[in-house]
């Protein structure tokens, strides 16, 4: 089983921030937290990860707590592209995804 | 260039067939991966090859057997096809195995329909 926990699903208007929340209070030291999106029925598409740092690129910002035991997943100014199922992961090493976060953008 | 490219996109058979799907990525990639997911969109690992070994092979039946001729490629053949294996493959592929800092690239999928 994954070792995440994300809410079953989310709306969002378009243009305003999409904040995706993910708990993994099990993460051990040497784990990321990775973070893809599956729109549709295509491949499931990277989008960030990070170790304990807050990062940022050209498609999200991730946010972790302190103790890493939860994450956040920011999409600054969501568009209706951005409807997807969105998976948090950090029991990298089984590569297991879980259920995701199914977001909705509408307009 | 598509990074990671598997064909047939779809693939409908009957029960008892044989059929492979192939896998290619250009991304120079160690290590590839196929998944399945079923028709509750569990993406579930198959397998996985590193340098032309088999690092992982979760508990999937004998029917299903990787093959990879080189690094670029893994092939993935299933013989016997039943009504159960009617799902959707995705192969994928990293820089290298449980290198935590390692993204997953994932290809468009094969749905695959045994009738």
């Known amino acids: 089983d994954a070792k995440t926990t994300q809410p079953t699903s989310m709306d969002c208007a378009e243009g305003r921030a999409a904040n995706l929340p993910c708990n993994h209070s099990?993460?051990?030291?040497?784990?990321?937290v990775y973070w893809y999106r599956q729109i549709h029925s295509q491949g499931p598409q990277y989008i960030i990860h990070g170790l304990k740092n807050n990062e940022t690129n050209e498609m999200a910002s991730l946010i972790i707590t302190e103790d890493r035991k939860s994450s956040t997943l920011i999409l600054p100014h969501a568009t209706l592209r951005d409807t997807a199922v969105y998976y948090c992961?950090?029991?990298?090493?089984?590569?297991?995804f879980g259920a995701g976060t199914r977001l909705t953008v509408k307009p | 260039d598509t990074a990671v490219s598997q064909t047939p996109k779809y693939l409908v058979t009957q029960m008892g067939n044989d059929k492979s799907i192939k896998c290619e990525q250009n991304?120079?990639?160690?290590?590839m991966y196929w998944y399945k997911q079923d028709s509750k969109k569990f993406l579930k690992i198959m397998f996985s090859y590193n340098n032309k070994e088999l690092i992982i092979n979760e508990t999937v039946p004998n029917r299903f057997s990787p093959k990879s001729p080189d690094k670029a490629h893994l092939n993935l053949h299933i013989n016997s096809l039943e009504l159960g294996d009617s799902a959707v493959y995705f192969c994928?592929?990293?820089?290298?195995?449980?290198?935590?800092?390692?993204?997953?690239?994932f290809g468009n999928g094969t749905r695959l329909t045994v009738t």
């Open positions: 991304l120079g990639h160690d290590t």
């Open positions: 994928a592929s990293s820089q290298a195995l449980t290198a935590y800092n390692s993204p997953l690239h």
């Open positions: 992961i950090v029991l990298y090493d089984d590569m297991r």
């Open positions: 099990t993460i051990s030291g040497n784990e990321y």
